[in-house]
């Protein structure tokens, strides 16, 4: 079993900067990815890192955000630049096996309680 807890969430303004980070304990995954939730809308992937370093990320946030895992550690961080409103929404982290990498949430196992991200204009 994997638990995953997120950190970093908060309030701010639109062109600002925010990082989320997941801390993970237990074995068992090799797929690391963030998703978010807006109100009244679908969960939606944002980020994936596979264990041997490949990226995949939402056109929505290519450019302005960044996910990066530390195996030391077992955490992963998702650095958000340039927030715009339409970001806002709660983030959660996710772990799974390796097939399961990239942005589809019915593929990850494992699942972070979540952190509010609230982007204001």
């Known amino acids: 079993q994997v638990q995953l807890v997120e950190s970093g969430g908060g309030s701010v303004q639109a062109g600002g900067s925010l990082r989320l980070s997941c801390a993970a304990s237990?074995?068992?995954?090799?797929?690391m990815g963030w998703f978010r939730q807006a109100p009244g809308k679908e969960r939606e992937g944002v980020a994936s890192i596979r264990g041997d370093g490949e990226l995949d990320y939402a056109d929505s946030v290519k450019g302005r955000f960044s996910i990066a895992k530390d195996s030391r550690t077992s955490t992963w961080s998702l650095s958000m630049n340039s927030l715009k409103p339409e970001d806002t929404g709660m983030y959660y982290c996710?772990?799974?096996?390796?097939?399961?990498?990239?942005?589809?949430?019915?593929?990850?196992?494992?699942w972070g309680q979540g952190t509010q991200v609230t982007v204001f204009s």
């Open positions: 237990g074995h068992g995954y090799n797929c």
């Open positions: 996710a772990a799974g096996p390796i097939w399961a990498c990239g942005l589809l949430t019915s593929t990850y196992r494992f």
